[in-house]
């Protein structure tokens, strides 16, 4: 039988620290501030960015603005139909965690001070899923919210630069014992060890989620974890870049 690990029997068979085939496509949205639809091999995130002038009421005041963000996957955004959180009532657990970490993830890459008293709501909406759409909607979501900071800065509303920094993230795992990049949702779901990793362009971490779907594992593994999402990141980051800078189409 034919090792998972090897090279051949990945999905296109891309080797263990290769991303999948990705894009970043800009201003895929004719309203919103800022937009773009990310593809991470067959998970598809479309992300928008919404500037309000209004804020939450603990902020009012406080001349300071906000990032907060919403997710959602689509019924058939998968190989099933799932009933839409919106026909029940209540949003599940899963989706407030990850709109949680979404929110928290892109505050790190801006000066809410220098916002000012501004709402900025990325919405990060799954077409398809393949595993890992936490990690695009962050990397897909961050491209949104600098083009909607740009707008602001366009139009003169404010007249700083709060984007400080880039923010992307990736999964990664280990089956049979061998550490890989960017798992799809077959690889995710059998992986040993599971691992979500966000970080700034500047090579510091925002979040780091990892968990022992068997047995522990040794010190040296995360290392190894680390090392292969800081070479997986880099190659997102300047696709990101690239992104921001294209003109828009619309």
Known sequence: MTS???????????????????????HVSP????????????THVYCTASVEDRLPPWLKGKGRGWVTAEYAML???????TQREAAKGKQGGRT???QR????????AIDLDAL??????????VIQADGGTRCAAITGG??????????????????SHPIKRQIAAVSAGVIK?????????TEDSSAEVDFNVIMTSEGNFVEVQGTAEGKAFPRATLDQILDLTATGLEELFAAQRAAIEAPKRH
């Open 142 to 159: 961050y491209v949104a919210l600098a083009q909607a900071v740009r707008l602001l800065q366009r139009t003169k509303k404010i007249t």
């Open 31 to 42: 309203h919103a501030e800022g937009s773009a639809l990310i593809k991470m091999g067959n």
């Open 116 to 125: 000012g008293e501004f709402q900025i709501t990325i919405d990060c909406d």
């Open 96 to 98: 407030v965690e990850i």
């Open 75 to 81: 019924p058939r955004a998968t190989k099933e139909r």
């Open 177 to 185: 014992g061998t550490p890989l990049l960017d798992l799809d949702y």
């Open 101 to 108: 970490l979404i929110g928290r993830s892109l505050r790190a």
């Open 4 to 26: 998972p690990t090897d090279s051949a029997s990945r999905t296109g068979g891309r080797a263990a620290s290769e991303l999948r085939p990705f894009e970043i496509i800009p």
